[in-house]
Each structure stands twice: as structure tokens, then as C-alpha cells.
């Protein structure tokens, strides 16, 4: 088992940037890819970046993609997304989460989750 912690959400302006971070305690972190997910009111959760084990690979949904960057530190055990460039539409709950094995990018395929950091973007 694993519990997530995620902070750093908040109020950003159009063109801004926030730094969201997930902290892990539990199992041992590095034996779990790691993901996140975001859902706007009325809307799905839907997958916005995904990290393996050691770090060495990510995804990025295509709405993301060249804006954020998902990032881990086995050490400390946290991942992070950097989101630069931020649009209105960014605008959700964003959530952590963890599943052992390889990188998915499907919310079923994730056993996992924190309890999600508001952020909003005004125009």
C-alpha cells in the first residue's frame, strides 16, 4: 500500500506557471510508476502525464504536451509536474497516482490516489 499527498495547486494567471509535487509513503516508491490525472467539473478524469519507475520515461497527453513536465525523485519520494504556460482550460482537480509495474495511462490501471490539489487558471 501506498498514501499520496499532493500540494502546490492554486491560482495561476493565463501564461503562468505552478509546480504541483506528490508526496509517497508506504511501499518503496521507486517499485511504482507514477501518473497524473486531472477532472474539470461536469468532465471525466483523464490522464495529463506519466512517469516509470526510475524516471527514465514519460508520457504527456496531447493537451500537455511541451507545456508540462513530469518528474520524479526516488530519493525523496515525490513526483512532480511543472506546468509552464498554462491555459484556462488547465483549469481541473489535479491527482496523483501510483501503480506497480510499468507506466499506464489509463485511471483503471492505477490502484493509487491522493486526494487531488485544486488548480485554476484565469484569462
Known amino acids: 500500500q501506498v498514501q499520496l499527498v499532493e500540494s502546490g495547486g492554486g491560482l495561476a494567471q493565463a501564461g503562468g506557471s505552478l509546480r504541483l509535487s506528490c508526496a509517497a509513503s508506504?511501499?518503496?516508491?521507486?517499485?511504482?510508476?507514477m501518473g497524473w490525472f486531472r477532472q474539470a467539473p461536469g468532465k471525466e478524469r483523464e490522464f495529463v502525464a506519466g512517469?516509470?519507475?526510475?524516471?527514465?520515461?514519460?508520457y504527456y497527453a496531447d493537451a500537455v504536451k511541451g507545456r508540462f513536465t513530469i518528474s520524479r525523485d526516488n530519493a525523496k519520494n515525490t513526483v512532480y509536474l511543472q506546468m509552464n504556460s498554462m491555459k484556462p482550460e488547465d483549469t481541473a482537480v489535479y491527482y496523483c497516482?501510483?501503480?506497480?509495474?510499468?507506466?499506464?495511462?489509463?485511471?483503471?490501471?492505477?490502484?493509487?490516489w491522493g486526494q487531488g490539489t485544486q488548480v485554476t487558471v484565469s484569462s
Open positions: 497516482a501510483a501503480r506497480a509495474g510499468l507506466t499506464a495511462t489509463r485511471t483503471r490501471d492505477y490502484a493509487y
Open positions: 508506504g511501499r518503496i516508491f521507486s517499485t511504482y510508476a
Open positions: 512517469i516509470s519507475r526510475s524516471g527514465d520515461i514519460t
